[in-house]
């Protein structure tokens, strides 16, 4: 099983920023780090006019996109409930796995917050929660509360929370 956190909050928190921040952290530590990113329902990655969409349309089950740098693979499905844990079961072993979103996943989280939003803490109703990032004080939970700007502090949690060990420093 891929070690796994999950990064949640609400839209305009900064979960993409804060992960974006933290790949490279765990990189610089010398561990391998994967993402899963909940989507709303219309995205696309996908344009019409293009080859991939036309062999989708058409009814290709699923398309890879192949580059000298990068591939991508579009699996169509409709209908279908798509957990984390059944999409986790596709993707190549890490060392990490954040997950982006899925607030709602049996897996655990760590909530990004800032007070200036005014809005509720997700925590509250998540023990699934066991942190918040936050850029002020919060002291309505009884969660370890981390400096969202300090990535280094939110590598060191995740480590320990997921029993991994630090690489290099």
């Not at 909530?111 to 002291?139: F, G, T, W």
């Not at 370890?144 to 991994?164: K, S, W």
Request: overall charge neutral; glycine content about 8%; aromatic content about 4%.
């Amino acid at each position: 099983m891929i070690p796994r956190i999950g990064i949640v909050g609400w839209q305009g928190s900064g979960k993409t920023s804060l992960i974006a921040r933290l790949i490279p952290e765990f990189n610089r530590r010398g561990h391998t780090v994967s993402t899963l990113k909940h989507a709303h329902a219309s995205f696309e990655i996908d344009r019409p006019g293009k080859d991939s969409f036309v062999h989708r349309e058409a009814g290709a089950r699923e398309v890879l996109v192949a580059s000298g740098q990068r591939w991508a693979l579009i699996h169509e499905e409709r209908n279908v409930d798509r957990t984390p844990e059944r999409l986790i079961a596709r993707m190549e072993a890490v060392d990490v796995l954040l997950i982006e979103g899925w607030k709602g996943g049996a897996h655990k989280k760590i909530e990004v917050h800032r007070p200036a939003l005014r809005r509720p803490l997700l925590a509250a109703d998540d023990p699934m929660i066991i942190a918040i990032a936050a850029d002020a004080p919060v002291s309505e939970v009884d969660r370890r509360v981390l400096p969202l700007n300090d990535e280094t502090a939110i590598v060191d949690f995740i480590l320990v929370e997921l029993g991994i060990s630090n690489r290099a420093a």
